[in-house]
Each structure stands twice: as structure tokens, then as C-alpha cells.
């Protein structure tokens, strides 16, 4: 009998792995249906090059349905919720979408609404972030008006999707008003509420050398608590415990929830709104036949698209596993690799996984991309991945000589 | 593995005084933990917090973030950084006898 595979979200996630599995499937063993609200793909590691003017709304936003594999159907609806106890997702349009199989794959969303002012007036004017496009835009008028005064970069409270990003803001930041002239009247400050630049230690202590080196001042420890802002005049950031840090222009990267029908939906998500899963099988604790992919899932790693990418080896493994009624395989190894672009040019690489912090070295193997190092390759393949997102990635295609699994040749120790 | 005394008793920690084994703790113990971060007395307000990051990481083998423990604890982040001025999460887990929670990366 056919069997019905559902894909909550079309993003990176949903994407590659509905076409993975309509791959693995012909059309009479499964039929495959995708859900999104809208039919706009952003690749979101253009978002932090939209405020610099270094891309634009049409070079970063497609069709998802164009992204889909022949014979995958496409439901432009908005999610109510799911009944895991029945196998059915309702949607906002009144349809009953009943599954054998469910993947939730819609991503994190932003919860300003959890930090005191990031509601209010000032929003997109004095108090902005780069982490959608009209913010991005918005972000990107406010980076033109401004001619001197104090930058803060504030993370508001983890996990936020690519944990690298609000650092990679503040060394485009100082090159972007190098490049005006103006960067001795620009005072650059980032604001963490980690202890260090980064959760990792060897990463962190290359990543607040690269921030001194820039002469960008580091907060740590800071749990933004409100943010009190004019929107034409200074403001500034309030921690928890009383602690202040005032500005002319905030970045601010808002708290992230999942989806909002995952906390509707009763039993599927954890108190954030993501989907506790196995970290290594990522099949959804709550019922076997619900399996999460990406930003969505509840796994102890970076929010990131090169997890997504990981992952969706082994998920579509196990989703025929278990329609198979096979043992699922505890595959997935937590892999995580992020360019990190630091500005004029260059960019640094880490990879690391669930157990190994990021190293020194080579990446994939001695002779590849410099590890932990600033360099121009690095920089270069970073601006390839766009192309790479949209043609492998996507696709869910496995990148010959590159498998999911962390590579540890060419990789030095403590 | 260094170790520290509480009432009487030679429970091993982490570098950052951290209890490694959760059921070496007592309820006994918590006063002086407590003292150690500069927390005089234990209200029923802490005590909630403390059994509820001990029911948490029975459950899930990691003690709650902050934010996680403002939704679910039944105590607003605001209280808990009166209770716990210098990090809830982190002096929480201290007291109430169970690792450090993991942060999120």
C-alpha cells in the first residue's frame, strides 16, 4: 500500500529531505506532501550580507516549489497543529493531513516578544537585527544613516541559528566603516550572554583575538533582560541583573522559539517549542513515526544549515528503516561546519561534532581548507556555498569525498 | 578530581565546583553550598527552584537554561535573578547538587 510521507516546512530541511526520499521512493510506494505558508526560500546565509548592501532581496529569496523534485506535492497552507495520537496534521485552511510518516522541519522563529522592548517603536529604526530580510533592509538604511556613535551587537539568549553569525556582523561591521572612513567614530560592542566570544574554547579564544584585533569591545555574561530605546535617540541594553549597556544602533539577535503549532500541539515540543528527538537517530521522542530535521529539532548543536545538510543522510536512512520496520540507525554525529567570514576578504572554517570541539588543522583532510585560520580560501568558499546550497544541498545530494560523519584527518589535538 | 566537604562529607566536583555525581548531594548540604555563593538563607522560593532543577535533570540529564526554567518553574527569570543574583541557571544547578547545565551552541 502507498504510504504517506508529510514534511512540515520547506526550507532547508524539508527540502533536501523530501527529495532525498522521493529518490528513494517510486510513486506507488509513497506519496510525499510538503506544507509551507508561503512559497519564499530564503537562503538565510545571505541575510548577514544584506545589511552591507553585499546582497540583495532577489539574489537570496526563490520559489520552494521550484526546489521540490517532480512528483512531490506542494500544500501552500499555514499549520494549525498536529495529533500525533491520530497521525494528522490539521491546517489553517481546514484540511485534515493524515501521515504514516511525519517530519518537522519549520525551523526557529524570533521571540521578540520575550524581551522587554524589542516591540516597541524603536524597532527597525534604532533597535534592528539581520536575522529576516525586511529586518535585514531595514538594518541596512539604518547602517547608511549612521555616522558615528556607539554599535552594540547584542545575542539576546541561545541556541540562535548559525551562533556564528552575530560575530561574523561585528567584523563586516568594522570593515564596512573602515571602507566609510568613519570607523575611529564608531565604537563596536558585542554583548553575549556566554562567558567567552564562543561556547567552545579553542574556537572562542581564536574568535576574541580576531575581535580585539578589530577593536571590538566583548561583554560577556550578559542576559538581556529589556531594552530600552528611543527611536531617534540613544537607548540602552539591560541585563537581568541590572548591569547596562547604552547605544545609538542595536543589532539584536531576539531569543529563538520553534514554530508556534509545535507548542499547540500537545506533547511535541519542549518548553522552546522544539522537538525533543535521539540526538543520533533524530526520531521525535514523542511518537516513532515523527522524525525532526534541522533548526526544529531538540539536538545539543549549532542551528545551522550544514547540520540540516548532515542530518539528512541519516534521517532519510531511518524514515525507510522504520516504514521497513528495521532497527533505525544512531548515525548522526552531531557534524557541524561554518564558514566564518571576518571581513576583507577572508573567512575562517570549523567543523566539530557532538564530542570534538573545533580544531586546528586542515579540513577535510591535510591538504584542504585551513582550520581555525583566517585566509582567502576559506573566503571564496564561503561565497561557493550559495551555489552549492542551491544545486547539492537542496537537492539532497551527498557531496563525493564528504560523507556526514566529522573527518578527523588533518585535524590537530589539544 | 578535586572534591569538596559538605556536612561533613567528601563529595567529588568539577574544576568549577560542580557536583559530578547528583546522588552524592543532600538536602543538608545545600545550606553551605548556598553560603559559598553568597546566599545566606534558603527560602521556599530557592527551594522550589532547587528541587525543581534536581526533577529536571532526572529527566532529561541536563539541569534547565534560564530562560527554560522562567517558563516552566513557576518562577518569572525576574525572581530568579533576585534569588539568584549572580546566574540562575548556573548557581541553581551549584546548590542543588547536579552538573553544570549545558549551554546551547
Known amino acids: 500500500m502507498t504510504k504517506r510521507i508529510v514534511v512540515l516546512g520547506a526550507g532547508t530541511g524539508g527540502t533536501l529531505i523530501a527529495n532525498r526520499l522521493r529518490r528513494a521512493y517510486d510513486r506507488t510506494e509513497a506519496e510525499i ?37 517532480a512528483g512531490i506535492a506542494f500544500h501552500e497552507a499555514a499549520i494549525d497543529r498536529v495529533d500525533t495520537a491520530a497521525n494528522e496534521v490539521r491546517l489553517g485552511d481546514g484540511t485534515a493531513l493524515g501521515y504514516d510518516v511525519l517530519v518537522i522541519a519549520t525551523g526557529a522563529r524570533l521571540a521578540r516578544d520575550e524581551t522587554a522592548g524589542l516591540d516597541g517603536p524603536a524597532w527597525g529604526a534604532t533597535v534592528s537585527t539581520f536575522y529576516t530580510l525586511p529586518d535585514a533592509l531595514d538594518l541596512r538604511h539604518a547602517l547608511r544613516r549612521f555616522d558615528g556613535g556607539r554599535l552594540v ?18 567584523f563586516l561591521a568594522d570593515w564596512y566603516f573602515r571602507r566609510r572612513g568613519i570607523r575611529d567614530r564608531v565604537e563596536l560592542t558585542y554583548v553575549t550572554p556566554l562567558d567567552a566570544a564562543f561556547t567552545k574554547p579553542v574556537a572562542a579564544r581564536t574568535l576574541a583575538g580576531l575581535l580585539a584585533d578589530k577593536g571590538v569591545g566583548l561583554v560577556t555574561e550578559f542576559n538581556t533582560g529589556s531594552v530600552e530605546a528611543d527611536p531617534a535617540g540613544p537607548g540602552k541594553l539591560v541585563s537581568y541583573d541590572d548591569r547596562e549597556v547604552p547605544f545609538d544602533l542595536a543589532v539584536v539577535v531576539p531569543a529563538h522559539s520553534g514554530a508556534a503549532y509545535v507548542a499547540r500541539s500537545p506533547g511535541l515540543g519542549d518548553e522552546l517549542g522544539f522537538v525533543p528527538v535521539d540526538p543520533h537517530t533524530l526520531q521525535a521522542k514523542t511518537a516513532p513515526n515523527v ?7 531538540g539536538v545539543p548543536t549549532s542551528k545551522a544549515g550544514s547540520v540540516t545538510h548532515f542530518e539528512g543522510e541519516a534521517l532519510a536512512g531511518n524514515i525507510e528503516r522504520f516504514l521497513d520496520g528495521r532497527p533505525l540507525d544512531a548515525s548522526f554525529d552531531g557534524h557541524t561546519n561554518c564558514f566564518i567570514e571576518t571581513g576583507f576578504g577572508k573567512a575562517l572554517l570549523i567543523d566539530f561534532n557532538y564530542e570534538t570541539e573545533p580544531l586546528t588543522g586542515h579540513f577535510p583532510a591535510e591538504v584542504g581548507l585551513p582550520l581555525l585560520k583566517e585566509s582567502r580560501l576559506n573566503h571564496l568558499g564561503k561565497l561557493m556555498f550559495q551555489w552549492f546550497y542551491w544545486h547539492v544541498l537542496l537537492p ?3 557531496v563525493p569525498g564528504l560523507g556526514s560523519d566529522m573527518p578527523v584527518r588533518g585535524k590537530k589535538g589539544d | 578530581m578535586p572534591t569538596a566537604t559538605y556536612d561533613g562529607t567528601a563529595v567529588e566536583v568539577n574544576d568549577e565546583g560542580f557536583f559530578t555525581d547528583p546522588d552524592r548531594w543532600t538536602e543538608a548540604m545545600a545550606a553551605q553550598i548556598a553560603k559559598e555563593q553568597g546566599i545566606d538563607t534558603l527560602t521556599d522560593r530557592h527551594w522550589k527552584v532547587i528541587a525543581f532543577m534536581r526533577a529536571e535533570y532526572a529527566a532529561k540529564g541536563t539541569g534547565p537554561t534560564v530562560r527554560a526554567l522562567g517558563k516552566t518553574s513557576g518562577v518569572t527569570v525576574k525572581e530568579l535573578y ?20 549545558h549551554g546551547c551552541i
Do not use: W
Open chain 1, 33 to 69: 506532501v510538503v506544507v509551507d505558508r508561503d512559497d519564499d526560500h530564503v537562503y538565510q546565509p545571505g541575510l548577514l550580507f544584506v545589511p552591507f548592501g553585499l546582497a540583495d532581496a532577489n539574489e537570496i529569496v526563490r520559489s520552494r516549489r521550484e526546489y521540490l523534485h
Open chain 1, 153 to 170: 551587537v547584542n545575542v539576546v539568549d541561545m541556541p540562535v541559528k548559525c551562533p556564528v553569525a552575530p560575530l561574523e556582523f561585528c
Open chain 1, 291 to 297: 522524525f525532526a530535521i534541522g533548526d526544529a529539532a
Open chain 1, 396 to 398: 539532497g545530494h551527498d
Open chain 2, 82 to 101: 533576585q534569588l539568584f543574583p549572580k546566574g540562575p541557571a548556573k548557581t541553581a544547578a551549584k546548590i542543588a547538587g547536579i552538573p553544570k547545565p
